[in-house]
């Protein structure tokens, strides 16, 4: 089974401020048919989470370009290039070339 | 647009069996999509289920495997679970969602909370 890993697991942000946050897999999650399933979601209280980034780096259908992907093989990382209110709640990566398997979760709120 | 709405027991006993329904409405079953079921246990992560293609084909998380089915009703546009000798670790919210082939969970339910009590 792969195994998904974010760090921090808690974010304190500044309005206004980047903010990162990192995935690892515990092994390639390079698909023989060339492209790399990982994807991040963002979950607010009381919601189903939302899919934000697909294929690593692709911001799904109405989502900030604030927002952005990177990374290959077993490293990934999201990115937000300045913290907005409405961006606090939990981050999830969730990979899809094997099955399908999520990270633990990284809070992101508001120093 | 693509909605999904879980129905189902709010309540199940333990050693019984749950079992929920995904009405989808706005787009079809049948389309080129995978259809999944994953849960979340109040106050933690996310858990992936299992999976359903529109051939009837499936996918099981191996975990639970042994104890899950994930069906499809064609003629009613939905797709449905089954989670056999349920206990209090299965006590959670349960979300159905299309899952795209470019591995992205794009529509989700709002989920509904199935908790496992005597």
């Known amino acids: 089974d792969i195994v998904m890993t974010q760090t921090p697991l808690s974010s304190p942000v500044t309005l206004g401020q980047p903010a990162s946050i990192s995935c690892r897999s515990s092994?390639?999650?390079?698909?023989?048919?060339?492209?790399?399933?990982l994807s991040w979601l963002h979950q607010r209280p009381g919601q189903p989470p939302r899919l934000l980034i697909y294929?690593?780096?692709n911001r799904f259908s109405g989502v900030p370009d604030r927002f952005s992907g990177s990374g290959a093989g077993t490293d990934f990382t999201l990115k937000i290039s300045r913290v907005e209110a409405e961006d606090v709640g939990i981050y999830y990566c969730?990979?899809?070339?094997?099955?399908?398997?999520f990270g633990q979760g990284t809070k992101v709120e508001i120093k | 647009q693509v909605q999904l709405q879980e129905s189902g027991p709010g309540l199940v006993k333990p050693s019984e069996t749950l079992s929920l329904t995904c009405a989808v409405s706005?787009?079809?079953?049948?389309?080129?999509?995978?259809w999944s079921w994953v849960r979340q246990p109040p106050g933690e992560g996310l858990e992936w289920i299992g999976e359903?293609?529109?051939?009837?084909?499936?996918n099981y998380n191996p975990s639970l495997k042994n104890r899950v089915t994930i069906s499809l009703d064609k003629s009613n546009n939905q797709f449905s679970l089954r989670l056999t000798s349920v206990t209090a670790a299965d006590t959670a919210i349960y979300y159905c969602?299309?899952?795209?082939?470019?591995?992205?969970?794009?529509?989700w339910g709002q989920g509904t909370l199935v908790t496992v009590s005597s």
């Open positions: 092994q390639s999650l390079a698909h023989s048919d060339g492209n790399t399933y």
């Open positions: 706005g787009g079809s079953i049948t389309s080129n999509n995978w």
């Open positions: 294929k690593i780096s």
């Open positions: 359903i293609f529109r051939s009837g084909g499936t």
């Open positions: 969602v299309r899952d795209q082939d470019y591995g992205g969970f794009d529509y």
């Open positions: 969730m990979q899809a070339t094997q099955f399908r398997t």
